[in-house]
């Protein structure tokens, strides 16, 4: 798979994330300028593998492991869309991001594990934001073009193995999959020299993650995270 289709896979997974999906039609009301943040530190559920769909498949590895991630910016001009099935929700299409996400962990073969990148952006990218309950994710599923994806570089320790990785990425604070969005924080980072897809997954409550067939899936005992921050405010 040459980088053009893999960065076409990894965009057509991320629309698959959210069955709550921006339309075409937008409808605005007033206009607001947004602060937001999130950040978690501890215990995550880390898996990777093939491009999707939804989550890495085919699954190579999934499990526990200790990380952080963090994402702040600002967002301008964010309007109220409609239709969408969750009143309060705002798009903007012009923000600033400034992030990172760090995680280490060990598999069954006692191989070791460490990851490292920072997120940016080569160019304003949209996200949606549902101040009301401090929840955001960034680029939109389903309407963001692949040339205003989230983007990160950063290194990964494979073992014995020292790689330079670099793709796009998805960082979501709540707002994922079908509503009620649940909190936790979520980051997505398809690499694309190797062709594959991490998912780290935060949660602000102990809870179970489900992963890999439905018949049956493998679930995963995820700790409370040690630090779990999210907020969007209002700059009015």
């Known amino acids: 798979m040459n980088k053009k ?3 076409l896979a990894l965009v057509a997974l991320l629309f698959i994330l959210s069955s709550n999906a921006v339309t075409a039609a937008w409808g605005q009301t007033e206009v607001f300028d947004f602060r937001y ?3 978690a530190v501890g215990e995550c559920v880390i898996a990777y593998g093939g491009v999707g769909p939804g989550v ?4 190579k590895w999934v499990g526990t492991g200790d990380g952080q991630a963090m994402a702040t910016g600002f967002a301008a001009d964010a309007t109220e869309t409609f239709p ?5 929700v705002y798009i903007s299409e012009s923000i600033t991001v400034n992030g990172a996400v760090s995680a280490r962990w060990t598999e069954q073969d006692g191989s070791k594990h460490r990851l490292m990148v920072k997120l940016y952006l080569t160019e304003t990218s949209e996200a949606l934001f549902y101040p009301s309950n401090n929840q955001f994710v960034l680029p939109i599923p389903m309407y963001s073009p692949p040339e205003k994806a989230l983007r990160f570089r950063g290194v990964y320790l494979n073992g014995s193995r020292t ?3 670099s793709g796009g990425a998805l960082f979501a604070s709540g707002i994922y999959g079908p509503n009620p969005w649940p909190d936790r924080i979520i980051v997505l980072l398809g690499v694309e020299q190797s062709e594959t897809l991490f998912i780290f997954v935060w949660s602000r409550t102990n809870t179970l993650i489900s992963f890999g ?3 049956p899936p493998t679930f995963i005992a ?3 995270a040690k630090l779990y921050q999210t907020e969007v405010k209002s700059l009015q």
């Open 163 to 165: 790689e330079d990785i």
């Open 213 to 215: 067939p439905p018949n």
């Open 37 to 39: 943040r999130a950040s």
């Open 84 to 88: 969408i099935s969750v009143p309060g």
């Open 222 to 224: 995820l700790s409370a």
């Open 5 to 7: 289709a893999f960065v």
């Open 56 to 59: 890495p498949y085919p699954l």
